[in-house]
């Protein structure tokens, strides 16, 4: 008879979204003039960048023609594109990488959940709360997260981060083997140091820990001295695997590619006492389960380092980056306390004293027509915040700021 992995039967429902969803139907249909304004959203609005159109259409061409045709690639990914990210994401920052460390995927969610296949079910985590969902259910999924409390997950611990502690996750209680960093952070915004990041591979190397660190917007980082990559603190290469992405660095939510850094120095003893390299153990399971990201997608993303992608793909951020400058000013003018948008597109607004984060959400949807992701769907540690990206559109950003000063002038 067939049985199922039950892990799956564990997850909890993601409400978040479904519930986000349905309350703003709601308030559509009793208000179908109100002209809302969603800056809830996770996905980028600016199109590609021209030097990547022009990759794609040239990439294109070549699968149209029998002698530049190309069927399957490398699971792993071209080597052109891998080189061109050693050169320009890595070298630049005093970081060597063989092209071998580099494993192009179809984008970091993949990855950072798949990621799982070669950890062995036993694994403590430590995350940092509020936290990216997906590090959690994947680990559901994997039979590492033990039962739900209704509230959080037995075998995970939730390292804090919040007014109290700045927003500095402190090192876990309990002795975790795997640890999910995400800097700069998605949801809070908020960066770590040199420092700060160095205690955590320390921690890390001392204790056999694995960090699984993703920094799918290293891009947005604009503050000096802030790691771009965790392989920036000695040491790291020995304990840490790092996701990339180019969906908020490039606008490649749609297309998918990413890549996944697996350093050969990287070593896991088995219970028999022989270390393995993950490097070797990730190739296998890439090679048995994917068989690589598009070609034109590939050559799209070579793009991006070209001069002019790179100048195209700088406009864009500082495009987004200037809605976050916008909506972090109004918010302060209009008192609240808001954390990121300065080193990413993330807004985390403290709700004001004692409001819930989903009563906020309703006051904001009802007296200001603006849509925001409370922040206790992203974890414990969320209640009383709420989330507000800054990849809309200029004007919606600028509106619905003004929206939120009129609403507070009201209320003083
Ligand atoms: C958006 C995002 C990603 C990128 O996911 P893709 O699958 O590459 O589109 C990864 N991590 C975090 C925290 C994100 O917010």
């Given at each position: 008879m067939t049985t199922i992995n039950e892990n799956f039967l564990l997850?909890?429902?993601?409400?978040?979204?479904?519930?986000?969803?349905?309350?703003?139907?709601?308030?559509?249909?009793?208000?179908?003039?109100?002209?809302?304004?969603?800056?809830?959203?996770?996905?980028?609005?600016?199109?590609?960048?021209?030097?990547?159109?022009?990759?794609?259409?040239?990439?294109?061409?070549?699968?149209?023609?029998?002698?530049?045709?190309?069927?399957?690639?490398?699971?792993?990914?071209?080597?052109?594109?891998?080189?061109?990210?050693a050169r320009h994401d890595f070298a630049p920052r005093g970081i060597t990488l063989d092209t071998d460390e580099i494993f192009i995927n179809d984008g970091a969610k993949s990855d950072t959940g798949n990621f799982g296949d070669i950890l062995g079910s036993g694994n403590t985590i430590c995350v940092t709360d509020p936290i990216y969902p997906v590090?959690?259910?994947?680990?559901?999924?994997?039979?590492r997260a033990g039962v739900f409390d209704g509230?959080?997950?037995?075998?995970?611990?939730?390292?804090?981060?919040?007014?109290?502690?700045?927003?500095?996750?402190?090192?876990?209680?309990?002795?975790?083997?795997?640890?999910?960093l995400c800097y700069p952070n998605n949801p809070t915004g908020t960066v770590l140091g040199r420092a700060e990041l160095k205690k955590w591979v320390d921690y890390a190397l001392q204790n056999g820990s694995i960090i699984l660190f993703d920094a799918a917007y290293e891009a947005y980082i604009s503050s000096p001295g802030i790691p771009h990559s965790i392989y920036e603190i000695e040491g790291a290469?020995?304990?840490?695997?790092?996701?990339?992405?180019y969906s908020k660095t490039a606008g490649f939510t749609g297309l998918r590619c990413g890549y996944t850094v697996v350093p050969k120095a990287l070593t896991v003893k088995t219970t028999a006492g022989e270390e393995v390299s993950l490097n070797q153990l990730w190739n296998r399971r890439q090679c048995t389960k994917f068989n690589g990201t598009a070609y034109i997608v590939q050559r799209a993303a070579e793009a991006i380092y070209s001069p002019?992608?790179?100048?195209?793909?700088?406009?864009?951020?500082?495009?987004?980056?200037?809605?976050?400058?916008?909506?972090?000013?109004?918010?302060?003018?209009?008192?609240?306390?808001?954390?990121?948008?300065?080193?990413?597109?993330?807004?985390?607004?403290?709700?004001?004293?004692?409001?819930?984060?989903?009563?906020?959400?309703?006051?904001?949807?009802?007296?200001?027509?603006?849509?925001?992701?409370?922040?206790?769907?992203?974890?414990?540690?969320?209640?009383?915040?709420?989330?507000?990206?800054?990849?809309?559109?200029?004007?919606d950003c600028e509106t619905a700021m003004q929206r939120l000063k009129e609403r507070t002038g009201r209320q003083v």
């Open positions: 997850l909890q429902k993601n409400y978040l979204f479904a519930d986000i969803a349905r309350r703003v139907n709601a308030y559509r249909q009793a208000h179908p003039e109100a002209d809302l304004i969603s800056l809830g959203i996770g996905d980028v609005t600016r199109p590609l960048a021209p030097a990547v159109i022009e990759a794609l259409h040239r990439a294109t061409e070549e699968m149209a023609d029998g002698t530049s045709f190309r069927g399957y690639g490398p699971e792993h990914g071209y080597e052109f594109l891998r080189e061109a990210i590090y959690i259910d994947s680990n559901v999924m994997g039979g509230n959080s997950w037995s075998r995970i611990t939730y390292s804090p981060c919040n007014e109290a502690n700045d927003f500095v996750p402190a090192l876990p209680e309990h002795p975790a083997d795997l640890i999910y290469e020995r304990c840490a695997v790092e996701f990339r992405s002019e992608g790179r100048q195209q793909v700088r406009e864009t951020i500082g495009y987004y980056m200037t809605n976050a400058r916008i909506m972090r000013e109004a918010l302060a003018e209009s008192g609240f306390k808001v954390r990121g948008g300065t080193d990413a597109p993330y807004l985390w607004v403290k709700t004001p004293e004692g409001t819930g984060s989903w009563e906020f959400f309703e006051q904001l949807l009802t007296q200001a027509r603006i849509v925001c992701t409370p922040g206790v769907g992203f974890g414990p540690a969320g209640e009383g915040y709420i989330r507000l990206t800054a990849f809309g559109r200029r004007k």
